[in-house]
């Protein structure tokens, strides 16, 4: 398996701001991902970054608002730009370690947007 | 892409009650997992598993890969059992996973 550890855990924002969530893993993974969960609703993949190029974004989500980096094997950011209320959800982090098929997630970050 | 379809969509059972959730999935999978989401929102791995049955304490899980179905069963529920459970499934060679909307789980003492 591995630790994923997602900072902040929680934070409450201010309408037009940005905030950078930070996924840091505890081992080498061959690829990481960002979802969002909206208030009562299911997970949604945002995109898969990717070490050392630009992330894929999934349709609907794009790269002005959800600046993805990935600077090596263990570690991404993501930003959520300019943010309104409607960005008010939980991010996860997410990994596939090479060693198989499972996807693993990090703790979440619950933002909220006022 | 694949659909993913969980039901029931509520459960409210009594602690100590069973129960059976179930996953359909539209295509071949590659993988399937079930997760809980605790209160805290945080997604804890079930059960990786793409076909056959696998039992872990109370929860074991069945996948017919042939029939594109996934079940969850809960034995002797406990209210720690509450929270939302999501099955997910990944196609292809992209390891996208693509989640149901979730099965809410409430554990009544």
């Known amino acids: 398996s591995a630790v994923i550890s997602q900072k902040p855990s929680r934070d409450i924002c201010q309408r037009g701001t940005s905030l950078t969530i930070q996924c840091q893993v505890d081992?080498?993974?061959?690829?990481m991902f960002w979802y969002r969960q909206q208030p009562g609703q299911s997970l949604t993949l945002i995109a898969t970054?990717?070490?050392?190029?630009?992330?894929?974004?999934e349709s609907g989500f794009v790269i002005d608002k959800f600046p993805i980096s990935r600077p090596n094997l263990t570690f991404s950011t993501l930003t959520v730009s300019n943010m309104s209320p409607e960005d008010s959800s939980i991010y996860l982090c997410?990994?596939?370690?090479?060693?198989?098929?499972?996807?693993?997630f990090g703790e979440g970050s619950w933002l909220t947007v006022v | 892409g694949i659909q993913v379809e969980q039901s029931p969509p509520d459960l409210i059972l009594q602690e100590g009650a069973n129960s059976t959730l179930r996953c359909n999935f539209s295509?071949?999978?590659?993988?399937l997992q079930w997760f809980h989401q605790n209160p805290w929102g945080q997604l804890i791995n079930l059960f990786y598993?793409?076909?056959g049955t696998k039992q872990n304490g109370r929860l074991s899980a069945t996948t017919v890969a042939t029939e594109r179905y996934s079940l969850l069963y809960i034995s002797s529920s406990q209210t720690t059992d509450s929270g939302v459970y999501f099955c997910a499934a990944l196609e292809g060679s992209n390891y996208k996973l693509t989640f149901g909307k979730g099965t809410l789980l409430t554990v009544n003492p």
């Open positions: 970054a990717n070490q050392g190029s630009e992330a894929t974004y």
């Open positions: 598993i793409p076909s």
């Open positions: 997410s990994v596939r370690t090479g060693r198989g098929n499972t996807i693993y």
């Open positions: 295509d071949s999978v590659n993988n």
């Open positions: 081992s080498q993974v061959t690829m």
